[in-house]
């Protein structure tokens, strides 16, 4: 049986809570990051009215719901 002090257990189950936080929040930053890559690829940012949208075809061009100008397909600017 392995003998620990109370204070090293403590110690022990701390590190262990915050390695738990760390992996946590390290898996959902890159979780978010595939998400917004995925979006950027495949959304359309209007340029006159700045809406995002999915285009309906795979047309290298197409119309804003919004505004109904033609835009071209391109990545939008990274944040
Ligand atoms: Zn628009």
Do not use: F, K
């Amino acid at each position: 049986m392995i003998r620990l002090h109370l204070g090293s257990l403590i110690v022990v189950v701390m590190l262990l809570g915050v390695s738990l936080v760390v992996t946590l929040w390290t898996w959902t930053l890159w979780r978010e990051r595939r998400r917004e890559i995925r979006r950027r690829r495949i959304a359309i940012q209007c340029r006159i009215c700045n809406c995002n949208y999915q285009p309906a075809t795979a047309s290298p061009t197409s119309q804003c719901p919004a505004c109904g100008s033609r835009n071209q397909r391109g990545a939008l600017n990274p944040i």
